[in-house]
Each structure stands twice: as C-alpha cells, then as structure tokens.
C-alpha cells in the first residue's frame, strides 16, 4: 500500500497543487481542511499508514500553528505551509520541531517540497551514523536526522563507529567529531577511507568554531564536507540532503554506466571488470558461458521491432534470475554471457541445458501474438587466455551449437 500523506490546508487552490506533487511522488493524498477534521481522519488511521503531514500554519479553528502541535503529537513528521512568515514566526516554528516550512510564495517552491517529500520517502532506507561523545551533541544531531526519517546510529568512539559500519551497510554517511576518547575523528575516517570511498559512504567533520584549521583537516583527510559547532538546524539538513544526494548520483551514474539500457542486466564493460577480478580471487574451477538466441532476426522480421525488443528483455529476466548467483550480462545484440566462479563444467553444462530447455517451454506473448524462442549456448571451462580466451573459445563451441542444429549446448570436452 502507498503511504499517505495527511494535507491540513484550507485553500483549495494549494491543497490542488500538493495533492498533485503527492500523487506525482507515489503517496496518496488524504486531505482534512480544518484541525478538527484532521482529528477525525485520523481517529479512524493507523499512524504508521502515514508518512507525514502538510499543515498550513494558519487554520479557521487554529490560527496560531496549533494543527503542527497536533501532528507532531501524533508522531506525524511535519511540514508546515505558510502563506507570511515573520521572524518570531519561523523561529516559533522552527521551535517545534517540524521537518520544514515551506513559503506558498512561487512555483518553485513547490518544486522543493516535492524534493521534500520523495527525499522522507528514501530517508526510511538510508543509515547515518553519528560518531560524538558528547551526548548532548549526540541526541540533538540524531533527532533532526529521525525527523527527516533517517535510520541513525551512535557511536561515543572511533572504534565503536567502525564496529557499527561493519554490521550496518547501509549506512551511507558518518558525522563525526574529532575530539573522541582514544583516538582521534580524524582517525576514524581515514580508517573508513580504507574501506569506502567518497562517493560510498560519506563523511561530514565536526568542527569548532574556534578552530579553523579542524574543518581543513578533515576535507584534507578524506571528508566530503564539514559543519562548524555550534549548528543551525536548517544548515545542518541542507549539508545532509546535499551530501546524501551527491551518493545517490554517484550510484546513479554508475548503475547507467554498467548496465545495459534495454535489458538492465550489466554490459559487456561491466562483465569483464567483475569477471577478471572473480578469476584472479579463484583462478581454477570457472566457467563462462554464451548464449545466442536462434534465428532472432526472423521475430524481428515477422513481429516487427519492438517484439524483438520485448523479447530481449524477456529473456534478460530469466538469464538474470537464472543466474543471480553468478555474474550474467547482456554482451549485444541478441547474446548472453555468464561468467559462474567455482563450479565444476559438469554442474555448470546441466545448468546450461535446464537453462535452455525452460527457455523453449515458454510461450511468449506480444499484442496478441504468441511465439517459442531457443538459445544455442557455447561452455568453456579453459581457463588459458584468461576471460578473453575463455570468451574465444565459447564462442568456437556457440558456433558448433549453430552449425549442429541450434536449440543445444555444445562444450568443451568432459
Ligand atoms: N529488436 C532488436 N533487435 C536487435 C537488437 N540488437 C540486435 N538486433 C537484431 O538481432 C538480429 C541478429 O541477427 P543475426 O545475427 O542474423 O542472427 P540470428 O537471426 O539470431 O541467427 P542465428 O544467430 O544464426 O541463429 C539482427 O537482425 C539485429 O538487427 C536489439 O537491441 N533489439
């Protein structure tokens, strides 16, 4: 079920829009136009159905941010409209421990609560890890970051962080002080530098505002960013969304960079960079596969294009599912190559053959078309040459399975 958002707002006009951003962001709208009918949908909800609430500051029956008082004791995450915003206004906002207030001033700013929200919605899966022992500092820098649906950890020394970044993978970025018992911030991240690069795992330092030369280190040593003691909470989140976003679109560019466009399984680049580094880990017991689809030109030519497209993607499915636990790819056109590290040719030909077989059973169905599909498939367990010669050598035997009649797996001999 799509989480829900509960919109608090009065103004039609700009419940329109936020609903719209909600639907756009995959949540669901519920929408309540005073504080009392937000109380009774609510009455009625599990909280948990909820992934925060759009109040509008000034309500028919709460004029003075009194609908905000009502969500955050709900355990509602909040983010508050407003149509002025005066400075003992923000700052009696900002008091309460909302996630943000959002202006209703221009388009733009739309534009961020939606960032906003898609942002809350990826936070529930993203780790951060605060390193201080300072307990104060500790618990105040874990509260903002659970508002924002942060999963945190804490850490009172370098060590103890290590240990939490071992257990915890998806920890995508440590803060981390510099005065510790034993040793030093500093430390510690050039100790996470050795296992996660910058753009893996991201570190802030904590620096004090009397110490210029602190925040100098830590970007000298490794850190992605740093944040001066004593913090203000809006600046403290923008460093956290800018440096959780720079991850994000690191993984990004790399995920485009190593697949393959129609199919998504990985490219032709990508296999060999995981291939040769497997073979150099166990260099005895692999084998590598080709498969080649059987006469995929006449789908092309007899269902047109996209039917060849769809069957491209069909069988990427099946050779990624097939072969999860090895290191599959698609290496163009209509080829496959599977690279299985430590496994005997017998295991891997019988994997190959039920693989084949499954393969012709399916019927597959395109705008009302039905059709069967067979690979031939070329097995090498000779590891000479290297992937190259591994890959040379499948494709003598692909070729052997096309000549001998496709539909068949030729190998080398048992
Ligand atoms: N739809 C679609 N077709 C592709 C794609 N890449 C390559 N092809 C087509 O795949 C076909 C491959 O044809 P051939 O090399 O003659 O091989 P085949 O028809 O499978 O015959 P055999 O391999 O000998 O069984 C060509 O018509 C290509 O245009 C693609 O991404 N999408």
């Given at each position: 079920?799509?989480?829900?958002?509960?919109?608090?707002?009065?103004?039609?006009?700009?419940?329109?829009?936020i609903?719209?951003?909600?639907?756009?962001?995959?949540?669901?709208?519920?929408?309540?136009?005073?504080?009392?009918?937000?109380?009774?949908?609510f009455?009625?909800?599990?909280?948990?159905?909820?992934?925060?609430?759009?109040?509008?500051?000034?309500?028919?029956?709460?004029?003075?941010?009194?609908?905000?008082?009502?969500?955050?004791?709900?355990?509602?995450?909040?983010?508050?409209?407003?149509?002025?915003?005066?400075?003992?206004?923000?700052?009696?906002?900002?008091?309460?421990?909302?996630?943000?207030?959002?202006?209703?001033?221009?388009?733009?700013?739309?534009?961020?609560?939606?960032?906003?929200?898609?942002?809350?919605?990826?936070?529930?899966?993203?780790?951060?890890?605060?390193?201080?022992?300072?307990?104060?500092?500790?618990?105040?820098?874990?509260?903002?970051?659970?508002?924002?649906?942060?999963?945190?950890?804490?850490?009172?020394?370098?060590?103890?962080?290590?240990?939490?970044?071992?257990?915890?993978?998806?920890?995508?970025?440590?803060?981390?002080?510099?005065?510790l018992?034993?040793?030093?911030?500093?430390?510690?991240?050039?100790?996470?530098?050795?296992r996660?690069k910058?753009?893996?795992?991201?570190?802030?330092?904590l620096?004090?505002?009397?110490?210029?030369?602190?925040?100098?280190?830590?970007?000298?040593?490794?850190?992605?960013?740093?944040?001066?003691?004593?913090y203000?909470?809006?600046?403290?989140?923008?460093?956290?969304?800018?440096?959780?976003?720079?991850?994000?679109?690191?993984?990004?560019?790399?995920?485009?960079?190593?697949s393959?466009?129609?199919?998504?399984?990985?490219?032709?680049?990508?296999?060999?960079?995981?291939?040769?580094?497997?073979?150099?880990?166990?260099?005895?017991?692999?084998?590598?596969?080709?498969?080649d689809?059987?006469?995929?030109?006449?789908?092309?030519?007899?269902?047109?294009?996209?039917c060849?497209?769809?069957?491209?993607?069909?069988?990427?499915?099946?050779?990624?599912?097939?072969?999860?636990?090895?290191?599959?790819?698609r290496?163009?056109?209509?080829?496959?190559?599977?690279?299985?590290?430590?496994?005997?040719?017998?295991?891997?030909?019988?994997?190959?053959?039920?693989?084949?077989?499954?393969?012709?059973?399916?019927?597959?169905?395109?705008?009302?078309?039905?059709?069967h599909?067979?690979?031939?498939?070329?097995?090498?367990?000779?590891?000479?040459?290297g992937?190259?010669?591994?890959?040379?050598?499948?494709?003598e035997?692909?070729?052997?399975?096309?000549n001998?009649?496709?539909?068949?797996?030729?190998?080398?001999?048992?």
């Amino acid at each position: 079920m799509r989480p829900k958002v509960l919109i608090i707002d009065d103004n039609e006009q700009s419940v329109g829009v936020i609903a719209s951003l909600i639907v756009n962001a995959q949540l669901t709208p519920v929408r309540a136009t005073s504080l009392t009918a937000a109380q009774h949908i609510f009455s009625r909800s599990a909280p948990e159905d909820f992934l925060c609430a759009i109040v509008d500051y000034r309500l028919p029956d709460a004029p003075h941010g009194q609908a905000i008082d009502f969500t955050l004791a709900s355990f509602l995450p909040t983010i508050v409209t407003t149509e002025f915003l005066d400075s003992q206004t923000r700052a009696g906002i900002l008091d309460k421990d909302v996630i943000d207030y959002i202006l209703k001033e221009s388009e733009q700013v739309y534009e961020y609560l939606s960032v906003l929200l898609s942002r809350l919605y990826k936070n529930k899966h993203i780790g951060v890890l605060v390193v201080d022992n300072a307990r104060v500092h500790r618990a105040r820098s874990t509260a903002l970051l659970r508002r924002h649906n942060f999963m945190t950890y804490e850490a009172t020394t370098g060590q103890h962080g290590l240990e939490v970044l071992t257990r915890q993978s998806h920890i995508k970025l440590v803060i981390v002080a510099n005065d510790l018992p034993g040793p030093s911030g500093i430390k510690m991240l050039s100790e996470v530098r050795q296992r996660a690069k910058k753009e893996d795992i991201a570190v802030i330092g904590l620096s004090d505002r009397g110490d210029t030369g602190l925040s100098a280190r830590f970007i000298k040593s490794g850190a992605n960013d740093f944040l001066t003691q004593p913090y203000g909470q809006e600046e403290f989140l923008c460093r956290i969304m800018q440096n959780i976003e720079y991850i994000e679109n690191i993984e990004l560019i790399r995920r485009a960079a190593n697949s393959d466009f129609l199919t998504g399984l990985p490219n032709r680049r990508h296999f060999f960079e995981r291939a040769a580094a497997a073979l150099q880990l166990i260099p005895v017991c692999q084998c590598l596969a080709l498969i080649d689809i059987d006469h995929f030109k006449k789908i092309n030519d007899t269902y047109g294009h996209d039917c060849g497209d769809y069957t491209l993607r069909e069988i990427a499915k099946l050779v990624a599912d097939t072969f999860k636990q090895h290191i599959p790819a698609r290496f163009g056109g209509e080829e496959f190559c599977v690279f299985m590290p430590n496994i005997k040719l017998h295991t891997a030909v019988q994997i190959f053959n039920d693989f084949r077989q499954a393969l012709t059973d399916i019927e597959f169905k395109f705008e009302g078309q039905t059709f069967h599909c067979s690979v031939s498939i070329g097995v090498t367990a000779i590891e000479h040459g290297g992937i190259s010669g591994m890959l040379r050598k499948a494709d003598e035997y692909l070729y052997q399975a096309k000549n001998n009649g496709r539909n068949r797996v030729e190998h080398d001999p048992s």
